[in-house]
């Protein structure tokens, strides 16, 4: 699981963005945000103008053991059936996914069923779902690994095949709790701060989720340095597939654009695993789960939009991606002052 990222920092070619920015047809600066985005990308990509043409959203999709403490809204055989309805193409992130021309691939890395490969689902399962971690570990050490080397071959293959841009979201029932409390785990934040409503608890379950997560952590004894440890005891198989895939796509120099809670819980442990994979990562939004904000400070992220979303699935990474690419458009496209006979700023 050895991986060598390069740093992305490199001033000389953040200095020559910036002025290939400078010299378009606006005021310095004046698209904000915008500019910032594509200084990131180059700097990612280790190329003044980098190619953004293929763009890929991963779902990582898992069953969770700790889905048998009643912390979610719905049963555990929505994983399964969401499965298929995103191989159906009728999720949500389908819809966004084929509004901005962004390819899917649908992964199976621990759900308790089986697909018919006509499905199209991608089979790096783990195991058929998690254990129940607040009685046992959720996966062994072995199975977490193995998780996220296969989130790594993942992010290998999108490089090989020209990808330009990836995306991390993910389906699971109970896969907040999992995701709350390996952010408990890894900041020793209180988890009553980072449990939230996930797919529309009630207050009572909120409670009983807060405090499922306490009992889970009193068990493990875990140390906020151990990463690879706290995705064992607490975390899930797609999490882990999800850091694998950011780590694997920072080695390859590719970008990911992380969705909501779960998937920077996911950056967290890449990040805790290698700290050089941060400028990789673009952070699409501020989720309505109550910890996303405190998890996001965490990892020092700004993220792009706040839309109060809270479904998952790569929907926030969607959207951001595509404003990614407006950003990269805008730099391609964009005439010069020279090139369009504009005189420039007074000196």
Do not use: W
Not at 242 to 267: E, N, T
């Amino acid at each position: 699981m050895k991986l060598e990222i390069e740093p992305a920092a490199n001033p000389a070619l953040e200095q020559q963005v910036r002025r290939q920015l400078d010299n378009l047809t606006k005021p310095p600066g004046s698209l904000g945000r915008l500019e910032e985005l594509v200084v990131q990308y180059a700097l990612a990509r280790g190329n003044a103008r980098p190619p953004l043409g293929r763009k890929r959203i991963y779902v990582f999709c898992a069953d969770h053991g700790v889905a048998a403490e009643g912390v979610s809204a719905y049963p555990a055989a929505v994983t399964a059936q969401m499965v298929r309805n995103f191989a159906g193409g009728g999720a949500a992130i389908n819809v966004l996914c084929r509004q901005f021309g962004i390819e899917t691939r649908i992964v199976d890395m621990g759900v308790n069923a089986v697909f018919e490969p006509e499905l199209g689902v991608v089979n790096c399962k783990t195991g058929c779902g998690t254990g129940n971690f607040t009685r046992a570990a959720a996966m062994s050490a072995a199975q977490a690994r193995q998780a996220i080397e296969a989130g790594i071959a993942l992010a290998r293959e999108a490089a090989a095949e020209s990808c330009d841009l990836l995306g991390a979201g993910e389906m699971g029932i109970g896969n907040t709790t999992a995701a709350a409390a390996l952010a408990a785990a890894l900041t020793g934040r209180d988890p009553g701060e980072m449990a939230g409503l996930g797919t529309g608890i009630t207050a009572a379950q909120l409670e009983r989720k807060a405090e499922v997560i306490r009992r889970a952590l009193a068990l493990h004894r875990l140390e906020t340095s151990r990463p690879l440890e706290a995705l064992a005891a607490v975390g899930g198989f797609e999490i882990a597939g999800m850091a694998g895939l950011m780590l694997g796509a920072a080695a390859a120099r590719l970008p990911v654009v992380v969705d909501g809670f779960i998937s920077s819980a996911a950056a967290l442990v890449a990040a805790r695993l290698n700290e050089r994979v941060l400028p990789y990562l673009f952070f699409s939004h501020c989720s309505a789960e109550r910890g996303h904000r405190a998890l996001l400070g965490e990892l020092g992220a700004q993220p792009l939009l706040s839309l109060d979303l809270r479904l998952g699935e790569g929907t926030g990474a969607a959207l951001a991606m595509a404003m990614i690419e407006a950003a990269a458009r805008l730099s391609e496209q964009m005439a010069t002052f020279d090139s369009a006979g504009v005189a420039g700023p007074v000196r």
